[in-house]
């Protein structure tokens, strides 16, 4: 196993303990695997809390600052956080305006986000929930019942994080966040296997010269296996695949997304191939996020996603952000 930590018992500790050295404008309880806005609870703003397990990053705990997130509950690697994280990091952030869960469609994080809001409603936090279920790859998986939430989980949290920090109600964020993922697809490719620091081999088995088209963020089986293409083939296949669920009227947000291990000059021609299949399917793009958003440890390959919006989703999109992962308009 070749590997940059100390024993696998201790990776998210550690990570925690190196983020908040990093980043002195977040709160981190490495304890109780918390992370938060250090200016929190923030007077007269909804909060926004999203979470699932470690090996994504940056998603969640890297949006976690203006603009976006108010707190992140990561758990282990590949595993759900538990409730009494997420009602900690709703008592730490709630303003008496209410709390927004972001939830990934997987069974492990709908079922405890579900009992941290019942938790959290006990204490007398108002919670509503958006459940992010935007991959058109599969309708079931090992992990979900219904699709699974892949990368519309950084729109989700940009967005409404963005109407939260203009003052609006829960239930107009609750709505956007809703909104948002009701028009976004995503479409992944794996090109290798991850491999998780316990296991410290691949989690799935993935021959030489071949790939999976339409695999999970935790490696879960895609659609179909198949010999090496280029990036071109992939870009077509990734971009109908979506386009057969969506078909947008208007500009879209575009996300190509790394895996982890596929670098940059690899990723922006990939961005190359989808730009032109989207021209040449008539999709206009209005904005555009390249790069390693939401990851699955050190898998190669990309996966696509598309958000149809309009002129206040596009002035929400602009709007300033500040956290560790994504900041711009400051």
């Not at 923030?42 to 890297?62: R, W």
């Not at 996300?255 to 596929?262: E, F, Q």
């Not at 990851?295 to 300033?320: F, H, K, N, Q, Y």
């Amino acid at each position: 196993m070749r590997m940059l930590i100390n024993v696998a018992e201790t990776v998210v500790a550690d990570a925690l303990r190196g983020m908040a050295a990093a980043h002195p404008e977040l709160t981190v309880d490495v304890e109780h695997r918390v992370i938060v806005r250090s200016d929190a609870p923030v007077a007269d703003k909804v909060a926004l809390i999203s979470g699932g397990g470690s090996g994504h990053e940056p998603l969640h705990g890297g949006f976690v600052g203006r603009g976006m997130l108010s707190a992140a509950c990561p758990g282990e690697v590949f595993t759900s956080p538990v409730p009494d994280q997420m009602v900690r990091a709703a008592a730490a952030v709630d303003s008496g305006k209410g709390v927004l869960f972001i939830v990934k469609n997987y069974t492990g994080d709908v079922m405890n986000f579900d009992m941290a809001a019942e938790l959290a409603e006990d204490e007398g936090i108002q919670v509503a929930k958006v459940l992010v279920d935007d991959d058109v790859a599969v309708t079931d998986s090992l992990y979900t019942a219904g699709r699974r939430g892949t990368g519309a989980t950084l729109f989700v949290e940009k967005l409404a994080g963005a109407a939260a920090e203009e003052g609006m109600p829960l239930e107009r964020v609750e709505a956007i966040g809703r909104q948002v993922n009701e028009r976004s697809r995503s479409f992944g490719v794996a090109l290798s296997a991850c491999s998780t620091p316990a296991k410290g081999s691949p989690t799935f088995d993935l021959p030489p010269g071949e790939l999976e088209l339409g695999i999970g963020i935790h490696g879960e089986p895609g659609r179909e296996r198949r010999p090496m293409m280029t990036s071109g083939e992939i870009a077509e296949f990734a971009v109908d695949a979506i386009l057969d669920d969506m078909r947008p009227r208007n500009p879209v947000l575009l996300l190509v997304n790394g895996m982890g291990a596929t670098p940059l000059l690899e990723l922006y021609g990939f961005h190359a191939e989808v730009s032109r299949v989207l021209a040449a399917r008539d999709v206009a793009v209005a904005r555009v996020l390249v790069g390693n958003y939401v990851t699955s440890l050190d898998m190669a390959g990309a996966s696509v996603t598309l958000c149809e919006i309009d002129e206040d989703l596009l002035r929400l999109w602009d709007a300033p952000v500040r956290t560790p992962a994504l900041r711009w308009g400051m």
